[in-house]
């Protein structure tokens, strides 16, 4: 819950312009800074796109997302993609 919380400040900072519901599936590029997290508790990557395979598996919703804020998710970089 708190990363929850924590997950919100970090939307908020780094896509200030766009509403957060609307940051959420995105399907396409937008910033280079952009990062895709597949929000499970099983997933421990983030990805450079949101068509990688790692998140291909992924059942839950996939954000994207500045790199600093994926990784104080506890997120570390795919292998695949990066
Ligand atoms: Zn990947």
């Known amino acids: ?16 312009s766009l509403p957060a519901r609307l940051a959420a599936p995105v399907t396409h590029r937008t910033t280079t800074a952009a ?7 099983g997933s421990v ?3 450079s796109t949101n068509e990688c395979a790692g ?3 992924c059942s839950h919703e ?3 997302m500045s790199t600093t804020a ?3 998710l ?5 292998l695949k993609c990066f």
């Open 62 to 64: 996939v954000q994207s």
């Open 55 to 57: 998140l291909n598996r």
């Open 35 to 41: 990062v895709y997290v597949c929000m499970s508790k």
């Open 74 to 78: 506890g997120k570390r970089a795919c």
């Open 1 to 16: 819950m708190f990363k929850a919380l924590l997950l919100a400040g970090s939307l908020l900072l780094t896509s200030a």
């Open 45 to 47: 990557a983030y990805h």
């Open 70 to 72: 994926a990784e104080e």
